[in-house]
């Protein structure tokens, strides 16, 4: 079973960066989709940024378009997620998921059915 291990979330003031880890289990990291979602006090858990396993191409929340960046190590079997020109709004718990046995098609990336495994979650805090 594959397990989904995050770090790097923390307290920075608005117009700052953090980068966010995600390290997987398992044996054939390059073929998952790895994304990140977030959740904010009181909202629903939204979609953030996906790495269609198999190069099959990173895509972005418009909300976060330009200002995060996602990236992946398969020899690490690690996904970052690197975010500038943080702002209030992205204060949120963010949580690293993965699809393992297939990919997402393009029109259900964003869809938190089509990702089987999730992390604990890290919160992020940006402080006006």
């Known amino acids: 079973q594959v397990q989904l291990v995050e770090s790097g979330g923390g307290l920075v003031q608005a117009g700052g960066s953090l980068r966010l880890s995600c390290e997987a289990s398992g044996r054939n990291f390059r073929t998952y989709s790895m994304a990140w979602f977030r959740q904010a006090p009181g909202k629903e858990r939204e979609f953030v940024a996906t790495?269609?396993?198999?190069?099959?191409?990173?895509y972005y929340a418009d909300s976060v378009k330009g200002r995060f960046t996602l990236s992946r190590d398969n020899a690490k079997n690690t996904v970052y997620l690197q975010m500038d020109s943080l702002i209030p709004g992205d204060t949120a718990v963010y949580y690293c998921?993965?699809?393992?046995?297939?990919?997402?098609?393009?029109?259900?990336?964003?869809?938190?059915?089509?990702?089987?495994?999730w992390g604990q979650g890290t919160q992020v805090t940006v402080s006006s």
């Open positions: 998921a993965a699809a393992v046995t297939s990919r997402p098609i393009l029109s259900a990336i964003a869809s938190q059915q089509m990702y089987g495994t």
């Open positions: 790495s269609r396993g198999s190069g099959g191409g990173t």
